[in-house]
């Protein structure tokens, strides 16, 4: 009795609970409607009725399709028994779930974390064009590190022949000869080169401010606040100007002309003749000269040998800004948004946990009512029926009178039938019959003539 009346309180309670049911999912299809709605908004292109009307009947198509496979699920799952059957269906609301999750959890997803996801894009890029201009602010500055070598080779040729024009240093004779000319001929050459590095180092500066600039308008669009569209359509804008300037910057390296420079430093070697007044002089000019030469020439593989060096720098490639919707930055960000994709999801498959609910219940009813006797679940209606086919398979009635043994008729009764093995006593039984009530006085029934017609008046006696 316990158990039967723990199937009827669980079966009321499922009862109870269908309106609350049907609710809570006709509930979540619309929220998931809704987020649908907001997510393929930003997909379409047309004119704003065009995007409106499509969005909508979109979303209401899904939120049509969630609430009638929910609804399917809660209704059939619980009360199929066969394993096999039950597998089948499980199959079939995982394969439901899948194109639940295609149609709509993405979707949901891209609506709830969409600006999030396009200010992710716009972070991660603003972050490789900062490398990108430190990179190529790096290979404009690596040509100046050649400036104190090109300055020490100005500095020393020009020491060489001020030391020969005053002194003799190197010929023994003082005075401005074809040393003194050569070597300051090359000094002019290496100053010329410094000059033009230094230069280029303010070039260089100026570029990278421009740069640094860009920058920082790129970062206000990235943490800023409002829309982000415009934010992404400007920080677009600023990402073209930003390209102009690395590449600028890479143009001002004056890595390639120190490298020419020194090459005309030995193959463009130009030497005076010798001016001297005897054979002596000349011979011990024609002697400098050629240790010059010499000097020349190893100054300049240096030199070359370093622009080589920087040279062999791989190049900054320009970095192409590529625009995403709010979907697809969803999408490439899944990573960073784990809990805005569980709650998109768990929106439209929430209804899981309610089929398997009612699952559970359905199968503790038909447990707990699985041994209950068929005679404990008699109606009324039906015990009666019983009663009055024994009575007409016995012919005996089912209280005897008093007097009349079993099988004799009764005064006024009818041949007894055939004869039916008594019913145990034990197993009998007990009919209580309730006491005769006394017959209505005649004076409060009035008869009814059947045969009278309508409209022949009172009845007379």
């Not at 979303?59 to 009360?79: E, G, K, N």
């Not at 490398?131 to 500055?141: I, Q, T, V, Y």
């Not at 050459?189 to 421009?210: C, G, N, P």
């Not at 011990?284 to 070359?304: C, I």
Request: glycine content about 6%; aromatic content about 6%; overall charge negative.
């Amino acid at each position: 009795m316990l158990r039967r009346n723990n199937a009827a309180r669980l079966q009321e309670t499922v009862t109870s609970v269908q309106t609350m049911t049907r609710f809570a999912l006709a509930v979540l299809a619309l929220a998931s409607g809704v987020y649908t709605y907001l997510g393929v908004r930003g997909l379409l292109d047309g004119t704003a009725t065009f995007v409106f009307f499509a969005a909508i009947i979109y979303s209401a198509a899904v939120s049509v399709a969630i609430y009638a496979f929910w609804t399917f699920m809660l209704r059939f799952v619980p009360l199929v028994t066969s394993a096999s059957q039950r597998v089948g269906l499980f199959l079939t609301m995982a394969a439901g779930c899948l194109m639940i999750m295609a149609m709509s959890s993405w979707l949901n997803a891209a609506a709830l974390a969409g600006s999030a996801a396009l200010e992710q894009h716009l972070a991660v890029n603003l972050e490789g064009y900062v490398g990108d201009l430190d990179e190529a602010h790096g290979n404009a500055l690596a040509a100046q590190s050649l400036l104190p070598d090109v300055q020490r080779a100005a500095d020393r040729f020009g020491r060489l022949a001020d030391d020969e024009r005053n002194s003799g240093a190197l010929t023994g004779t003082t005075g401005s000869g074809s040393v003194v000319q050569l070597l300051t001929q090359m000094s002019a050459q290496m100053t010329e080169l410094s000059a033009t590095i230094t230069t280029s180092r303010d070039a260089v500066q100026t570029l990278f401010d421009e740069g640094t600039a860009h920058l920082a308008k790129m970062r206000e669009l990235v943490s800023g606040s409002g829309e982000i569209a415009p934010r992404s359509d400007e920080f677009a804008a600023e990402v073209v100007q930003l390209n102009a300037v690395i590449s600028a910057l890479q143009e001002t390296s004056v890595a390639p002309s120190v490298k020419r420079a020194a090459a005309d430093l030995s193959l463009g070697f130009i030497a005076p003749i010798a001016d001297g007044g005897s054979t002596d002089l000349v011979n011990r000019q024609d002697t400098v000269m050629g240790t010059v030469r010499d000097s020349v020439t190893a100054q300049s593989a240096a030199l070359s040998a370093a622009a080589d060096e920087i040279l062999s720098q791989p190049k900054v490639e320009p970095r192409r800004y590529i625009p995403l919707s709010s979907a697809e930055a969803v999408l490439r960000y899944w990573s960073d948004f784990i809990p805005s994709w569980a709650g998109a999801i768990s929106i439209d498959l929430l209804p899981v946990v309610l089929v398997l609910v009612l699952m559970i219940v359905h199968d503790a009813m038909r447990r707990e009512t699985g041994t209950i006797d068929e005679a404990e679940t008699i109606t009324a209606a039906e015990m009666l029926r019983s009663l009055d086919l024994y009575r007409q398979l016995t012919n005996t009635p089912l209280v005897q009178p008093s007097g009349v043994a079993p099988g004799e008729v009764a005064p006024g009764g009818a041949a007894p039938g055939p004869v039916v093995p008594a019913v145990p006593i034990a197993d009998a039984p007990v009919i209580e019959v309730p006491p005769e009530r006394p017959a209505a006085s005649d004076a409060t029934v009035t008869a009814l003539d059947v045969n009278r017609k309508r409209g022949d008046g009172p009845a007379r006696t």
